[in-house]
Every structure is written in C-alpha cells, then in structure tokens.
C-alpha cells in the first residue's frame, strides 16, 4: 500500500546517513517505467525494481496525499481536516504534501531537513536543474513531475496526441521520447554525479477505457470517470465494485450516506446526459481512478549512482 513507501524505502536510508531523493512521476504506468530503464541505467545502477498495490481511488488527490502522509484518506481527514479538502469542494486538493510529509516524519521520529519541489511547466524543470546541487544539500529531496499526467490529459483533449499515442504501444514509445528529451533526463543525469540513493516511484497508473458504464448522481457526485463518491448514485450494481462503508476501506465520507463506487478493467462512468457525445469523447482515451493492473501496480525503484 502507497502510505508505507517513505515508512519502508526512504527512512531506512535516512537513519544509515545517506542522502535521499526522492523522485516522484505523476501517472507513470509500470510498462513506461520499463521503458525509461535503459536510459536510466547509463547512470544509474538499480538496486531493486519493486512493485506495489496503490489505493483506492487510483487518483492524484487519494493516493499521493496517502503516499506523503504515510496515513489512509480518512485517517488524514480525521487528524488533518484544514488540509483534506473533498470530491466536491473547488479548492486544490494537493496543497499540503509537504506539510503532510513533515508530519509523517516527526510522527516517525525522522528529524531531518526535507526540501520539497513540485515541476509542472517546464520552464520550473530548468530551473531546477540550473539550482540542484544548493537543493540536494539536504538530507532528503523529493521532486514531484507532473508531465505523464498531463500528457496523459493531453491525449484525450488534444486528436494529435491521440494519433501519437493511439494504443499502449504508442503511449509508451511516446513517453520514452518525451523523457529522453526533457530536462528530467538531465537531473537525472546530475544526480549521478552526486553522493545520493535515488528512490523513483509514482501514485497511481492509467488504463485505456473503451465500455461506457451509465451512472446517474446529483450535482455534488465527484467527475472522476473511473470512481464516483457521492450520496445519491445510481448505478449497475453487476458493472462496478462499490463501497457502501468507506470508512472500512479507509475512505472518507464527505456525507453520512456517502459511497464509493469504481470501475472495472476498460469501462468508464458516463451520464445518461449528452451520453452519445461524452461517450464518443472519452472512448479510448487513458483514465485513472479505477480497478485495473494498469492503473494499480506501480513502480518502486531503488537507484544508486554509477559514478
């Protein structure tokens, strides 16, 4: 499970005095991980290649909050609710995965400095790699990229990404140039030649939907079109897997009656709605929120520099 990654891999190195970076890639399937090693491996040796079981939702705002806080959603909502904002709320639902860690740390008795960078535009990666050394003086650096996501984003809002990326095959190849040529590669490459263990991990994965799945909600139901939480949804029962008592599967209720309900393997949640259009736009485009290998088994990777 994603809350004892920091628990399991970083912590232990922290404790034997090595300096830790730890690289986070938003929505990096295990198949394009296996696509990055090679060039990877120029640089660095892999120590060990695990994968794990991400939660449930496989959504950014579930699993990596999780991840940060070595703590279940509703365990965060509980001890945190000034920082866990719900489905149906506007607010940014990832602000505080520093804050989150800090605490995790502290509660582990972890005393060490941290600095935390998140890159979204790539203008904030050069700028990163221009910076690195003052930034790796810590004892523990995470770095969180956000461009798998948004390319993943990108395909299904952009015919040309769809064309470039039109089955898992090409979404890997795609992936692979993109990383070969940004300025991810060239930290990587840095990093190397400093005196640093490198763990390389993601939140969740994504999976390519094709089977539409009618779901009916009021104007509080969540977007996601993999889960769906809310207090007035009606669905195929026989088509999902639903959760009628979060708090048994450490999920939090925004609402007394609040469920959970997930999809399966390729479907994806549409309203009846507009149900042609929405159904015509979102077939075969790359979803997560769900239950799919895809989506779930992710990469944990323990790096160590050649040089």
């Known amino acids: 499970m994603s809350p004892d990654i920091f628990s399991k891999y970083v912590f232990p190195l ?13 929505n990096l399937r295990y198949d394009q991980w296996k696509k990055l090693v090679p060039s990877i491996q120029d640089y660095f040796r892999v120590d060990t290649d695990d994968v794990y079981c991400g939660i449930l939702p496989t959504a950014t705002q579930y699993a990596r909050n999780s991840m940060f806080s070595g703590l279940t959603p509703d ?10 904002v719900y489905d149906d709320e506007t607010e940014g ?25 998140k890159i979204i535009h790539a203008n904030e990666g050069q700028k990163l790699l221009d910076q690195l050394s ?32 039109g089955d898992e095959r090409a979404y890997r190849s795609l992936t692979l140039s993109w990383f070969r040529n940004s300025s991810l590669l060239e930290v990587i490459k840095k990093l190397s030649k400093m005196n640093v263990r490198l763990i390389l991990t993601t939140d969740h994965g ?3 939907v094709n089977r539409p799945v009618k779901v009916i909600g009021d104007r509080k139901t969540s977007s996601n079109l993999r889960y769906k939480t809310g207090k007035n949804l ?58 799919s290998m895809e989506e779930m088994l ?9 040089t």
């Open 14 to 26: 922290l404790n034997q005095g090595e300096k830790v970076v730890f690289l986070l890639i938003d």
């Open 75 to 84: 365990e965060i909502s509980e001890k945190f609710p000034e920082w866990w």
């Open 93 to 117: 639902k990832n602000l505080h995965e520093s804050d989150l860690l800090k605490k995790q740390m502290e509660r582990m008795g972890q005393n060490e400095s941290l600095f935390y960078k």
């Open 134 to 165: 003052n930034f790796v003086n810590q004892p523990l650096t995470v770095l969180v990229y956000n461009f798998v996501d948004m390319l993943s984003h990108a395909r299904t809002d952009s015919n040309m990404i769809r064309e470039l990326a």
């Open 206 to 208: 994504t999976t390519r």
């Open 234 to 291: 009606n669905y195929p029962s026989a088509d999902v897997f639903e959760i009628v008592h979060p708090e048994e599967a450490g999920l939090p209720r925004s609402n007394v009656s609040s469920r959970y309900i997930f999809a399966l393997n390729d479907t994806f949640f549409a309203y009846p709605n507009n149900y042609n259009y929405y159904v015509s736009y979102y077939k075969n485009t790359f979803q997560h929120g769900g239950i």
């Open 298 to 306: 992710i990469p944990v990777v323990c790096l160590t520099p050649k």
